[in-house]
């Protein structure tokens, strides 16, 4: 018997829909059990998970033969989120769950051996790509429930376990449908850990009207001056006189997070402005974005946000010449042998150095020490198109 069911792949920030097709034969004298489509290890051992976790929940699974692919069978297959969809296309091929249940659905979710249904990263852009083609219902683990529920106009069925699932899938013991408050909140509220108050900055009255000016304009920042005199105080002020996030801006941002999994389970939509501070040490994927599965970078989390580089001229100078394409383009797209994605990067950019690499070039309480070789050599970091 063939059951189909539905789940869905994420291809940068875009979800794929995958069919799950499962294919059991009961007559098969030597019990096997293939799974094909381009599946890496984790969902190869997808099918022992499966079989351990239909068994522990009091189901059958029967000792014959099975096929199970994973179409379109071109796109590589990652991770451990096609396990429940494999799971329900072998109750669905055995004929142990309605075969209409199956119809309209999407199934995302990591199976414990016991039966019951794990934490998957980024459910928000499978949600939203079922959405998109005119899915009904998507179940998925109850720890991600809020965070799919922030997709509007479909039903999000929060499962505990494979056992629970059957029984609301025969109308049983039905779930009810996950509701998430999906306004963003913009009443007075304290700043988030990390961010200082502007009001809180006492003098620099010149610096700060010049960071109020690339705050509402969304101009880039460098800050030179020597140590001591409140450049990173200041730039971790920027995020709170930035506007607040729309309510798409925030699902934007929140699509991101979702797939490098930095998403906190009691508060799932991102609706404060990203500031991420990288250490100058940060490696060229670490900063734009890459790896054998490309994931989005410093560059991408800080999408809609303030990208700080404090002590920029320490830097590597090829990580900080790849900002260029992004800075112009707000994107950035990683190619691979495999094929290419796209990750937006549209931030802020505020950049803090010394002015020499003793930091008391100018400076009217201190000598500086550096010869004007040295003060060129430093200063000469930083390309002029960057500069520019």
Known sequence: MLAVVKTCAVIGLDGQIVEVQTDFNPRAVIPSFALVGLPDSAVRESKERARSAIKNSGLRFPNKGYVVNLSPADIPKHGPSYDLAIAIGILGATDQIPQHAMDNAMFIGELSLDGSIRHVKGVMPMVFTAQQEGFETVYVPIEDAAEAALVPNIDIIPVESIGQLVEH??????????????????????????????????????????????????????????????????????????????????????????????????????????????????????????????????ISLAHRGVLFLDEINEHSTKVLEVLRQPIEDKIVTISRAKGSVTFPANFLLIGARNPCPCGYYGDPNHACSCTPNQIKRYQAKLSGPLLD
């Not at 920027?238 to 925030?250: N, S, Y």
């Open 169 to 298: 899938l025969y109308q049983l013991n039905p779930i009810q449908s996950y509701k998430a408050n999906t306004k963003v909140n913009s009443s007075e509220r304290p700043l988030p850990e990390g961010i200082t108050d502007f009001a809180d900055i006492k003098g620099q009255e010149h610096v700060k009207r010049a960071l109020e000016v690339a705050a509402a304009g969304n101009h880039n920042v460098l800050l030179t001056g020597p140590p001591g005199s409140g450049k990173s105080l200041q730039a971790r002020a920027i995020p709170g006189i930035l506007p607040q996030l729309t309510m798409d801006e925030a699902i934007e941002v929140t699509r991101i997070y979702s797939i490098v999994d930095m998403l906190s389970s009691d508060k799932p939509l991102i609706d404060e402005r990203p500031f991420r501070a990288p250490h100058h040490t940060i490696s060229q994927v670490g900063l734009v974005g890459g790896g054998a599965i490309p994931k989005p970078g410093e």
